[in-house]
């Protein structure tokens, strides 16, 4: 499949999807990651404080980034633990969406090796946003990047640190060459970097442990990336096998982020606070990531087939890890279910996923509006295989749900533009 433009299909996976299509699939997904954290950051800002959002990300990224790039280590059989394998893990990292954040390499040796950005979508966001306020530069890039790279190399080997050339805040244009360049280097440190609070919690969860199916190689592509570095490595250069499950890795990469920033919002919130976010962080993602995924599949009106369809086609609902199905009852019904499946039993503090099972809806209702304002989500009794059963309704006389005024905020500055069919790899050297 091309596209997703034709009829409903009950039986639908992301494995049908051509070779083409995966690849722009999953470069969507890892710019999904950022869509959360542009929803996500200005409503714990407005609530604590603008120290509480640096500290949540700080969280979410070294709560998670350590267990899904040792995931995706072994995903591709990669092992060693230089440079090379650490600028592999970012080449397949969903902090560094491709294109959004255009990351360019240069390896040396085993211990060291540099990289940069010549674009960076995050910051051109926050400088956009902020006139190039130097303090909200140094917030992005300083206080949240120094721990978190660092947590993200150290997953590979322990002495590794990255130190930056240059970065921003910039006194005046930004350097031609692109905003920032870091080296990597591996050495005997003095002292270690703490680790995170959360991480070992997430790596304990059936999400951090959990093992997609592997279909066999079919020989038009690399069937891992266990082989030589590759500066100019693209999504493309997979075999189509590995590259059906790396979609669903990334998938799984976000809901494991987003595991880590409730984690630390129920920690130093409470549960309460942490469940009343779950309703506008989709209220304010999901106009823009539906805004992209219909545009991918060719996916158009706001009938029930169309809302299922993007249902189908959610990231949150990672295949194999979370079991879903859908029906049409009819042109104003349908249904939406979740068999039993390895998410049920995973604990709380998971995300969007955590409501569902004490039979709320207000996260997934949220999202099935931005689908169709007319819509509501009611639990209904599940029937089948079902462990999970909502009920989806159409009222055409129902007051469209007003649409989130983040959602505004979460698209501004590319992110909603952002042309992913391709990745246009330049190498400045």
Not at 19 to 38: G, P, Y
Not at 130 to 154: K, L, N, R
Not at 226 to 251: H, I, N, V, W, Y
Not at 342 to 367: C, F, M, V, Y
């Amino acid at each position: 499949m091309k596209d997703y433009s034709g009829p409903l299909r009950a039986d639908f996976s992301w494995d049908m999807l051509d070779r083409k299509t995966q690849a722009r699939f999953a470069r969507e997904v890892m710019l999904f990651n950022q869509v959360h954290d542009r929803a996500i950051m200005p409503l714990v800002a407005s609530r604590w404080g603008m120290k509480a959002m640096t500290a949540l990300a700080i969280d979410e990224w070294m709560g998670s980034s350590p267990v899904y790039n040792a995931r995706n280590r072994y995903l591709h059989g990669i092992s060693g633990d230089g440079v090379d394998v650490i600028m592999k893990g970012f080449q397949l990292d969903i902090g560094a969406p491709h294109m959004w954040l255009k990351f360019h390499y240069d390896y040396r040796s085993h211990d060291q090796g540099f990289f940069w950005l010549t674009s960076c979508g995050a910051y051109n966001g926050v400088r956009a946003m902020t006139g190039g306020d130097p303090a909200s530069e140094t917030q992005i890039c300083v206080d949240m990047e120094d721990p978190t790279f660092d947590a993200t190399v150290m997953a590979v080997n322990r002495g590794a640190r990255c130190s930056p050339i240059y970065r921003p805040p910039h006194t005046g244009d930004v350097p031609a060459a692109g905003p920032c360049r870091w080296e990597v280097s591996i050495a005997d440190r003095v002292g270690v970097v703490e680790q995170n609070e959360f991480t070992e919690i997430v790596r304990g969860t059936r999400a951090g442990q959990f093992m997609f199916s592997r279909p066999a190689p079919r020989g038009d592509g690399l069937p891992d990336y266990s082989g030589p570095f590759k500066r100019d490595f693209r999504l493309e250069d997979l075999d189509t096998a590995m590259l059906a499950t790396q979609l669903k890795e990334f998938a799984l990469d976000v809901h494991l982020l987003q595991r880590a920033s409730y984690l630390s919002l129920h920690k130093h919130y409470g549960k309460s606070a942490a469940s009343e976010l779950i309703a506008e962080h989709c209220a304010a993602m999901a106009p823009v990531y539906h805004t992209r995924l219909r545009r991918l599949f060719a996916i158009e009106g706001d009938g029930m087939d169309s809302m299922l369809k993007l249902l189908q086609l959610d990231h949150h609902f990672v295949p194999e890890y979370v079991k879903t199905g859908v029906e049409i009852l009819d042109e104003n019904h349908g249904r939406f279910w979740i068999e039993d499946c390895e998410a049920i039993e995973d604990g709380e503090s998971s995300g969007i996923l955590t409501g569902l099972w004490r039979g709320e809806t207000l996260g997934l209702e949220q999202i099935v509006r931005s689908a169709n304002p007319r819509a509501s989500v009611t639990p209904s009794a599940a029937r089948g295989p079902a462990r999970f059963s909502y009920d989806i309704t159409i009222d055409p006389d129902a007051t469209p749900a007003a649409i989130s005024p983040m959602a505004e905020l979460v698209g501004m500055h590319g992110l909603l533009e952002l042309d992913l069919s391709e990745h246009i790899y330049t190498y400045p050297d």
